[in-house]
């Protein structure tokens, strides 16, 4: 009796610790649209750089090898902010994948893929750049100050 009642509680609180949200890691799924988030990136890095003159670039079939290296991802929707000003090396993404897509695949497929050395005359090293995500949003950000947008997009979780 008394071990079937220990079982009960040990059960009851191992689904008790389980169902209990995120794991202490924050939101899972940001919500916004891709503009405003990126904005809240920009915004929320140690690093100023609104010197680049950042545009925006609605990624589709016909761009996403070049921003993403890739057209093998599963997406909703995608942006790309890249400095107007071709000489600077930066360029960050942010996709929402589908509903069920594989993250750990579209990551690996970005990683391995994206060019860190399209613009020709300027460049990134592998070591700044950067793949993530928060729940169904992936972030790509390919600069020399990679982690502090990182750590930035990584507080859109809090």
């Known amino acids: 009796m008394k071990k079937g009642l220990l079982v009960l509680v040990a059960i009851a609180l191992i689904f008790t610790m389980t169902a209990c949200g995120n794991n202490g890691k924050g939101k899972t799924e940001i919500t916004g649209t891709l503009e405003e988030l990126i ?3 920009y915004a929320g890095s140690v690093v100023d750089f609104s010197d680049l003159m950042k545009g925006l670039t609605e990624i589709n079939a016909e761009n996403i090898e070049y921003f993403l290296g890739t057209a093998d991802i599963d997406y909703k929707e995608a942006l790309a902010s890249e400095a107007m000003i071709t000489s600077i090396a930066h360029s960050m ?3 929402r994948a589908n509903d069920g897509a594989d993250i750990e695949k579209i990551k690996k497929a970005i990683k391995d893929n994206v060019d860190g050395r399209k613009w020709i005359c300027v460049g990134v ?3 700044n ?3 993530d995500n928060i729940g169904n949003l992936v972030i790509l950000i390919m600069d020399n100050e990679s982690k502090a947008l990182h750590d930035s ?3 859109l979780a809090e």
Do not use: P
Request: glycine fraction near 0%; hydrophobic fraction near 55%.
């Open 153 to 155: 997009f990584k507080k």
């Open 93 to 95: 993404v942010l996709l």
């Open 125 to 127: 090293e592998d070591k």
């Open 129 to 131: 750049i950067v793949v």
């Open 39 to 41: 904005e809240k990136v």
